[in-house]
Structure formats: C-alpha cells, structure tokens
C-alpha cells in the first residue's frame, strides 16, 4: 500500500466543546489506484485528507489517535521536519477554489516555475521552460504565450488545470484532490476529471478523490468510501457499489443523482441533516435519517462487517446489510 490510514481519529476543541470530526477511519490507496471518499459537507472526508497532508497539525484540530502509513512509515511518528520533506516532495493537494489557492499577484508562470527553482535548485530560465511543459500537459492552449498571464485571466476550468499542473510539478507519489470540479460547470467538469484521471494512470500515483458528488466518480475512481459522521459506512470497489448498495445511506446518495430519464421529476434527497459532531447520535449515527432503523440501531453502534458478495474488499457499518441488498 501506497498509503493506509488506520484507526485514526481528529477532534477540534472549540468554545462549545469536542467536534469529533473523525472518529476511527481506515482506508489505503495503492500507487496507479483511485479511492473516491464520499460523503456530504461535515463527514470527515476533508479532514482526513487535512491529517494525511499535516495541515491540520496546529489547533484547533488535533490527532488523538491512529497511523497514517506512508510507503510504511508512520507520518505521525516522524520528526515535523522529515514529516514535511516527506509530505513536500511525495504528495500534493488539489483544492477546489483555485483563485484562493493560487498567488493573485505572480503570473502563473513564475508560480509552476518556482517549484522547480526551490525544490530542484533550477535556474529561472530552465524553471520557465518546464512550467511551459507542465502547461502544455494539460493542455493549455498556447502556453508558451499564457505563461506570462496572471490566475484571474484564466477561466475556472483553465485554472484548476494549472492547479492539476502544480500538484505534478515535483511528480509525487500520492495526490488528494477536494472537491477538485465542484466550481465548475458540468461540461467543463467533465473535461478536468478525465484529464486527472488521464494524468494519474501515466505517472501510476495514487489519488484520492474527495466529493459529495457520486455522479463524477463512477467512470474515474476504483474504490468508493462512504463516510458519515466522521466514519467510514460503506467501501467497495467503484461497480458493486452502483449496482447494489450495501448501506441505507449510499442508498440515499446514489438515489440523489440526476437521471436524465427522470427530467423533471423531484429527486430523493435523504431527509433531515448530519449530526452535530458534538453530538453524535448514540448506536448508528445515520439512524434519525435512516428509513431502515430498528430498535437495535439506536443503541448499538455497527461494526464496518464484511459484505459476503462476489467481490472480496467489501464493508458496510450497517446491522442490515443484507436487507439494504435485498431491499
Ligand atoms: Fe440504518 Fe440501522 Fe443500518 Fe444504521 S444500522 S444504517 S440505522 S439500518
Ligand atoms: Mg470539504
């Protein structure tokens, strides 16, 4: 593995109390793999990321337990200067808002070109020339001329290739893209999420592919998993989880997606909202929301079991798994 995430756990300590953002998460990506991690606003799926890139190291937030295995190595035990030699060099994030990510006031140029300069001690000149190249392997039109161009002369799409080019620059081993085409129009979406996808199978990185959305992932990621309430509920490989469904709330999510043969008609969306995160609902979170819930799921917290199908690598935190397929 690429990198494994183990039992981890964040809280935020804030004037009101413990958030309990994540709360036992286990997931692993392999190098030439993408993981999709799935879930509404508020389920941990950012946060974790934030943990595996060590920008979540000062408070507020803070690790109170787990490992975040890096080619083997436990990130959390390394000294903060290995850690981030590690994290600079081998991994890099893609962010959703680029104009917020990118330096307003250095053309973009001058951006791709300084990773070069401080991370491979490049002259300025050979520096400009691979961020040309970069450009280019995104295929932004006439690059050579657009290097000299600032972040907002470009349209959402053109820079969250340029982001896409950043993220490459120093050829890392692992990427974590957040939401990285929820800005964008659905076209354009499309077109971003290919050329990532395109991107990561030929220099076999590993992604991990952070949305809300299962409709952008299906044809892209290998993996999905499903987190709710700072927990992973449901994780299988990309196929068996469109055709069946394994937990209630993956249920309600993939019902949420536009059909283009239901035009017009008002999509199930999963009522009521996620919890507080401090105060997460006794037994199964998900149970004030779930159309499934029984005596049981409100005291009994489900353990992720192992879904006995054709597929191997199967889980779900849900005590009717079996009725959730059947059903
Ligand atoms: Fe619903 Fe119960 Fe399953 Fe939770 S454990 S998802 S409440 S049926
Ligand atoms: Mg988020």
Same mark, same amino acid.
């Given at each position: 593995?690429?990198?494994?995430?183990?039992?981890? *756990?964040?809280?935020?300590?804030?004037?009101? +109390?413990?958030?309990?953002? &994540?709360?036992?998460?286990?997931?692993?990506?392999?190098?030439?793999?993408?993981?999709?991690?799935?879930?509404? @606003?508020?389920?941990?799926? @950012?946060?974790?990321?934030?943990? &595996? #890139? +060590?920008?979540?190291?000062?408070?507020?937030?803070?690790?109170?337990?787990?490992?975040?295995?890096?080619?083997?190595? %436990?990130?959390?035990?390394?000294?903060?200067?290995?850690?981030?030699?590690?994290?600079?060099?081998? #991994?890099?994030?893609?962010?959703?808002?680029?104009?917020?990510?990118?330096?307003?006031?250095?053309?973009?140029?001058?951006?791709?070109?300084?990773?070069?300069?401080? *991370?491979?001690?490049?002259?300025?000149?050979?520096?400009?020339?691979?961020?040309? $190249?970069?450009?280019?392997?995104?295929? =932004?039109?006439?690059?050579?001329?657009?290097?000299?161009?600032? !972040? *907002?002369?470009?349209?959402? +799409? #053109?820079?969250?290739?340029?982001?896409?080019?950043?993220?490459?620059?120093? $050829? !890392?081993?692992?990427?974590?893209?957040?939401?990285?085409?929820?800005?964008?129009?659905?076209?354009?979406?499309?077109?971003?999420?290919?050329?990532?996808?395109?991107?990561?199978?030929?220099?076999?990185?590993?992604?991990?592919?952070?949305?809300? %959305?299962?409709?952008?992932?299906?044809?892209?990621?290998?993996?999905?998993?499903?987190?709710?309430?700072?927990?992973?509920?449901?994780?299988?490989?990309?196929?068996?989880?469109?055709?069946?469904?394994?937990?209630?709330?993956?249920?309600?999510?993939?019902?949420?997606?536009?059909?283009?043969?239901?035009?017009?008609?008002?999509?199930?969306? =999963?009522?009521?909202?996620?919890?507080?995160?401090?105060?997460?609902?006794?037994?199964?979170?998900?149970?004030?929301?779930?159309?499934?819930?029984?005596?049981?799921?409100?005291?009994?917290?489900?353990?992720?079991?192992?879904?006995?199908?054709?597929? !191997?690598?199967?889980?779900?935190?849900? *005590?009717?798994?079996?009725?959730? #397929?059947?059903?």
């Amino acid at each position: 593995m690429l990198l494994e995430v183990r039992g981890l *756990h964040v809280e935020f300590r804030t004037r009101d +109390g413990v958030a309990k953002a &994540v709360n036992g998460v286990d997931y692993g990506v392999d190098a030439g793999e993408t993981l999709a991690v799935l879930g509404e @606003s508020g389920s941990g799926k @950012s946060v974790t990321a934030q943990a &595996v #890139m +060590g920008i979540l190291d000062m408070p507020p937030g803070r690790i109170t337990g787990g490992e975040i295995l890096f080619q083997g190595q %436990d990130l959390l035990k390394l000294k903060e200067e290995e850690r981030r030699k590690v994290r600079g060099a081998q #991994m890099a994030m893609i962010f959703q808002d680029a104009l917020s990510s990118l330096n307003p006031v250095l053309s973009v140029g001058d951006q791709l070109g300084e990773m070069f300069v401080v *991370h491979r001690g490049m002259s300025r000149k050979d520096a400009r020339a691979k961020a040309v $190249e970069l450009m280019e392997r995104v295929r =932004i039109p006439a690059a050579r001329e657009r290097v000299k161009d600032y !972040p *907002h002369q470009f349209s959402g +799409g #053109m820079r969250q290739r340029i982001m896409i080019a950043m993220a490459l620059a120093l $050829e !890392p081993a692992l990427i974590i893209a957040d939401e990285p085409t929820t800005a964008l129009d659905v076209t354009v979406q499309a077109q971003v999420m290919d050329l990532l996808a395109e991107l990561q199978r030929e220099y076999n990185m590993g992604l991990i592919l952070i949305t809300h %959305d299962l409709g952008v992932v299906a044809d892209v990621a290998d993996r999905i998993a499903v987190m709710y309430a700072g927990r992973i509920v449901e994780s299988a490989p990309v196929h068996d989880i469109y055709k069946v469904p394994a937990h209630p709330y993956t249920k309600g999510l993939l019902e949420s997606i536009p059909r283009l043969d239901q035009k017009g008609q008002e999509l199930y969306a =999963i009522k009521g909202l996620p919890p507080n995160l401090m105060h997460i609902p006794p037994g199964c979170a998900f149970h004030p929301r779930c159309p499934m819930a029984q005596d049981v799921c409100r005291t009994d917290e489900p353990p992720l079991y192992e879904v006995n199908g054709e597929e !191997p690598d199967r889980r779900s935190a849900c *005590h009717f798994w079996r009725e959730c #397929m059947n059903g």
